[in-house]
């Protein structure tokens, strides 16, 4: 009926005290399409509340990979029913109230419900796709969940609203294991100083072979004036530093200035060109 699916990653904790709670879905593809997003972000906890139609083969296709999801997922009659066991309760709602009740956006929903965890099960409640949650039922919630949406078009897809709690939760998580651990999942990895990069950063001596190269074939070629230089070596300079360039970056260009030069008839008549090859062990035109 379905496609098996791949093991769910971390805690149990984490996967389980964070209860996703639907009421009365519609269209069970939706139901599918939650459970696609509880995964991605590591939750597993479902429970459907009187669902028009559940399990079926649509909302397995939409599962996508997260039928396990679907198979421990827990049906009941009552929204009562589904929180019974939970030390806390937070409902999404769009709508404004006559009497205020403590509303808050994702992230700072998503801090308070992974804190109330530690004490027992927190439900994360989602309404009807048409009309979200009634009154009755978002009074059982001790707090309001409200994603700022575009107020033009604040129409959110179920699964949509529930990957955005579920993202917020995920960032929590991975954010405590970097803290405790060491995690990698939250760095950025933007040059060759940065772990993981695939080329070491270029050492300080070839980047200077590689400015020198620079010159002497702007020269070579007449775009560059020795003797009214203006700033144009040190913008460039300034550009490539910039870049943080590793060692087969600079070889590239080592090579591409080669080319440059053997096309304008003048390669290899100077000794800094010379110079660069050997600091690169870079042949002519070759990378």
Not at 164 to 178: A, D, F, G, P, V
Not at 224 to 252: G, T, V, Y
Not at 275 to 283: D, R
């Amino acid at each position: 009926m379905h496609k098996p699916s791949p093991p769910l990653e971390g805690p149990d904790a984490f996967q389980d005290k964070i209860r996703i709670v639907l009421v009365e879905t519609s269209h069970s593809g939706n139901i599918g399409a939650v459970a696609r997003a509880m995964k991605n972000m590591g939750l597993a906890n479902l429970w459907l509340v009187n669902p028009n139609s559940f399990p079926d083969e649509a909302s397995y296709a939409r599962a996508a990979g997260a039928s396990d999801i679907l198979d421990r997922a827990q049906v009941v009659p009552t929204l009562d029913k589904a929180l019974e066991d939970c030390v806390m309760v937070m409902g999404t709602s769009a709508r404004g109230r006559k009497i205020p009740w403590p509303v808050m956006p994702p992230p700072e929903a998503a801090a308070i419900a992974a804190e109330n965890s530690q004490r027992g099960c927190v439900a994360l409640v989602f309404g009807r796709e048409n009309h979200g949650l009634s009154n009755d039922e978002l009074h059982l919630c001790h707090y309001h969940i409200h994603i700022p949406s575009n107020p033009d078009y604040s129409s959110l897809n179920l699964s949509m609203a529930v990957q955005i709690m579920c993202y917020e939760l995920r960032m929590l998580y991975l954010r405590s294991l970097e803290e405790a651990e060491g995690s990698p999942y939250l760095k950025s990895m933007e040059s060759p100083a940065d772990a993981g990069w695939d080329v070491p950063l270029a050492k300080v001596g070839d980047v200077e072979g590689f400015f020198t190269h620079l010159e002497q074939t702007l020269h070579d070629v007449d775009f560059h004036r020795r003797d009214n230089p203006r700033q144009l070596m040190s913008r460039l300079r300034r550009l490539f530093q910039r870049a943080k360039l590793d060692q087969m970056e600079i070889n590239i260009l080592r090579g591409i200035l080669s080319a440059v030069q053997k096309a304008a008839g003048v390669s290899g008549n100077t000794k800094s060109t010379q110079a660069g090859k050997a600091s690169t062990g870079q042949e002519s035109g070759h990378v």
